[in-house]
């Protein structure tokens, strides 16, 4: 196992055992370097999954440079990366390592587990086919707006599912701007707490939305268009 990167995922809620097989759990358990996004969220995984604390090297990737975070490989140690929930690397800071790693011909292994993206793509009964994840969209109205419209043509010409996604406590806010600027037969998808007792995945025309309109507050949400 030296010499590698490990991207591992952690679970959207509920408990590491639950989420994740137990091939990835065993792999986890061998290790005792990691680079994280929140080191006290990474502690609390990693106890859950079996791991002894104290033992462990735990480093917070946005306090140090990444290059500089593979030195346990080079020392001949496997290290693991765990961003704050679902998979590293994706809309996540855990990039630069991987980035980094594959610098340094490091080799990087993903581990199974949970995605919201794909899970949220797999509920929606959208395109499945051809799909783009967009990340994080402008804050600002005007410019949210533009990339609204522009992402619908694109899904329009392509035939193309457009995913993203919001900081929780802005998920409300997103979902007006989508109500105002998409036209009404767009489909719109909210995937709102994957995986956790109050998971909730539907998928309608914005129109009805608009009838209807939901209050998602915090609540971890996926959004998905495809033009209708």
Same mark, same amino acid.
């Given at each position: 196992?030296?010499?590698v990167l490990y991207a591992i995922p952690t679970p959207l809620g509920g408990k590491a055992t639950d989420a994740l097989p137990a091939s990835a759990l065993a792999t986890i358990r061998t290790l005792r370097h990691f680079v994280v996004e929140?080191?006290?969220?990474?502690?609390?995984? &990693?106890?859950?999954?079996g791991l002894d604390l104290p033992t462990l090297d735990i480093q917070e990737i946005e306090k140090n440079i990444p290059e500089e975070l593979l030195q346990p490989i080079?020392?001949?140690?496997?290290?693991g990366l765990l961003s704050e929930a679902g998979c590293p690397a994706i809309a996540d800071p855990g990039a630069a390592l991987v980035e980094a790693a594959h610098a340094a011909g490091i080799r990087v292994v993903p581990l199974v587990g949970p995605s919201s993206i794909v899970l949220a793509l797999m509920a929606s009964g &959208?395109?499945?086919q051809r799909f783009a994840f967009c990340g994080y969209l402008p804050r600002e109205a005007q410019e949210r707006a533009s990339k609204l419209r522009e992402l619908e043509a694109r899904s329009r010409r392509e035939r193309e599912t457009q995913i993203f996604i919001e900081t929780p406590y802005r998920?409300?806010?997103?979902?007006a701007a989508l109500l105002d600027a998409l036209p009404e037969k767009t489909l719109l998808c909210l995937a709102t707490d994957l995986t956790l007792a109050g998971e909730q995945v539907r998928t309608q025309s914005v129109l009805r939305w608009r009838k209807a309109r939901p209050t998602i507050g915090k609540r971890p949400t996926v959004f998905l268009l495809l033009s209708g």
């Open positions: 196992m030296a010499g929140n080191a006290k969220t990474s502690r609390a995984f &990693l106890k859950e999954a080079r020392d001949n140690h496997p290290l &959208l395109e499945g998920n409300d806010v997103l979902l």
